[in-house]
């Protein structure tokens, strides 16, 4: 008898709704601070991490709230993961499955460890500042970070 595939080498709308909050690594880069470029659509990721981001667990402090208490935060499905793509990052398993990649070797899924990914350098924790720290927002544009697509 053959060996059952693991959950996240299925078709994703066909995931429980528990097997796909597990596909999240928990980087929490999609968790920066984003500016678009309104000419060319370009994202660019600041290095400022939203307001309810804790920054030592890189986990959401209002998670079952986001999207009603931070109305810019935008909820990721199998119904908008194709529109979304452009502005995730190129590292996020979402991403990674629905441009048929599979998830990296870090992730934790595969890793059976939740700190593979800090220690594969794609985790936010470390260098991200916290969106209390920055005191002009009109000076975001100057704390634009990494290129993660």
Partial sequence: MPAERPFWEKPLDELTAEQW????????????????DEESGEVFYTSVACRH???ATCRCSC???RTRLAP????????NLAELCAWMPRSCAYRRLAEGRGL???HPL???????????????RGFAL?????SDPEALEELIGPDFN
């Fill in 110 to 124: 595969r890793s059976g460890d939740p700190e593979s990914v800090v220690r594969a350098g794609i985790s936010i």
């Fill in 130 to 134: 916290p969106e209390s720290e920055l």
């Fill in 63 to 65: 998670y079952a709230e």
């Fill in 104 to 106: 990296a070797p870090w």
């Fill in 53 to 55: 981001l804790d920054l």
């Fill in 21 to 36: 909050e597990l596909l999240c690594d928990g980087c929490a880069r999609c968790c920066l601070l984003k500016l678009e």
């Fill in 72 to 79: 810019e935060c935008v909820k990721v499905t199998p119904k």
